[in-house]
């Protein structure tokens, strides 16, 4: 019971977070630079930082995640990582082969003030980046912001740093993935594939982050956009982006770069996300709703109203990332449920004006993002207003076994269980999936702790 002591009084706290609801901006930089294909991402900065970012991914994915450092010591922090980033490029080249290296930044190289435009500029000049092959940077100073940021910033990056312009538009969409699983973004292209849609997804971590096993290892895994695929983004009719925070900010560097008109829709998880998901990329591609897709909503459908009785009503606390506790909070309430306590540790006006927008439909409901929405806040609101499950990532766990209710894992990290990288959240059958995984712990419930003579076989 580690956290018994959370106190029931809620108090205005400034300048202290107590267990945040987010992790560091690299964190999110790495995950979107392994959706290139023959990528290494890199951290400039100092051992330690790499390392808590690789394992936060290998303890998430439970696959190798590979990354390189520019192995910050005392003369770096004193006279800069120019020096380091350079021997990093040259090595990383000649030993490990990528087609592309995305460099990060941490708190310690922003601090000092090292300039990766300046230093990847460099090492163009010198001769370091061989020909073929690349280098982009992100910013990623994670004394701001969190990993969905650092994630945003790598994933505009890959706009500006490789799109072009020949002049002719091609008859493609492209989708930008906001911070969401390889199943899930298997899912958006099955889904696109489905519809008849030509796109271009990325970043795309399928088949990088839930590879198969083969038996052989390999370094860099089959998936991923390519660098083609990535040129070709500034010549496309148009873009989707799946979620403001994560993904709209490419689709804008992208719009002002090269005229790519845009829409930002929620990221599909939930029916009404969905169809307006598949809705605005049935009207960008220029293609109709296959049956196969209508019917898919349908079965969910069956499903939302077959067991109305168990949702109605139920109040739930949700934590995580904001451009998926948007749809999800919105699926919860076409379910029939009670979204009351929300917090997500990302700052952004965005979330909180499409929260308030969603949550007209469950009024009183709490909300918070940014530094001071924290689980801390999250389980004082819920000792003063319970609900009956709470939906977050692995760190839940505690509040759930304090509280003695529901626990869903659904968000970043994972560390306690699998599933979240093999199937989807987005899309119809991810939106079934959440329906059977709640209605499973509602049940479970209902028949451990039910009186003798309320056990039920048939439910
Ligand atoms: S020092 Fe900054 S970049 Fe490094 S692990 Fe800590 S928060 Fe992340």
Not at 13 to 29: D, F, H, M, S, Y
Not at 298 to 312: H, K, N, P, S, V
Not at 398 to 424: C, K, L, M, T
Request: charged letters at 25%.
């Amino acid at each position: 019971m580690l956290l018994r002591h959370t106190t029931k009084e809620v108090k205005v706290r400034e300048g202290l977070t107590i267990n945040p609801a987010k992790t560091c901006q690299p964190v999110g930089a790495l995950y979107a630079a392994l959706g290139i294909h023959g990528c290494l991402p890199h951290s400039h900065g100092s051992q330690g930082c790499c390392a808590y970012h690789r394992s936060m991914l290998t303890r998430h994915y439970k696959e190798p995640v590979m990354a390189a450092t520019s192995s910050f010591t005392e003369g770096a922090s004193v006279f800069g990582g120019q020096a380091n980033l350079l021997a990093s490029i040259d090595t990383i080249f000649s030993v490990y082969d990528p087609d592309i290296i995305a460099v990060h930044s941490t708190c310690l190289s922003e601090t000092i003030g090292d300039d990766l435009q300046q230093i990847t500029k460099k090492a163009k000049d010198d001769g370091k980046i061989p020909e073929g092959k690349h280098v982009i940077y992100a910013s990623t100073p994670s004394f701001v912001g969190s990993h969905v940021t650092g994630y945003a910033n790598m994933v505009v990056g890959m706009a500006e740093q490789f799109a072009e312009s020949t002049g002719e538009k091609k008859e493609q969409v492209n989708l930008i993935a906001g911070w969401m699983e390889p199943s899930d973004m298997r899912e958006i292209k099955k889904i696109s594939k489905e519809l008849g849609a030509r796109i271009v997804l990325f970043p795309d971590t399928s088949d990088v982050l839930d590879a198969p096993q083969t038996g052989k290892h390999e370094f860099y895994p089959k998936g991923g956009v390519t660098i083609p695929e990535l040129k070709s983004t500034g010549d496309s009719l148009s873009s989707i982006a799946l979620g403001c925070i994560s993904a709209e900010p490419a689709a804008v560097a992208l719009d002002k770069k090269f005229g790519v008109p845009f829409e930002t829709v929620d990221m599909p998880i939930g029916i009404s996300a969905t169809d307006r998901f598949i809705m605005a990329l049935s009207k960008a591609a220029g293609v109709s709703v296959p049956d196969e897709i209508t019917s898919e909503r349908g079965r969910l459908l069956d499903a939302m109203t077959d067991m109305d009785q168990y949702f109605y009503g139920k109040k739930v606390a949700l934590f995580g990332d904001p451009d998926q506790l948007i749809p999800l909070t919105e699926f919860l309430l076409d379910l029939g449920m009670l979204p009351i306590h929300i917090v997500s540790g990302t700052p952004g006006k965005r979330f909180e004006k499409r929260m308030a927008e969603i949550l007209e439909r469950s009024p009183g409901a709490n909300f918070k993002n940014g530094p001071g929405a924290d689980t801390f806040l999250l389980h004082q609101w819920m000792k003063n207003e319970p609900v009956d499950l709470l939906i977050g990532n692995s760190y839940g766990k505690y509040i759930a076994r304090d509280e003695n209710i529901p626990f869903i894992r659904f968000g970043f990290p994972i560390v306690d269980r699998i599933g979240h990288s093999y199937f989807p959240s987005v899309g119809y059958s991810g939106g079934l999936r959440l329906v059977e995984k709640i209605l499973s712990v509602f049940m479970d419930r209902q028949d451990r702790e039910a009186p003798e003579e309320k056990f039920e076989l048939v439910m």
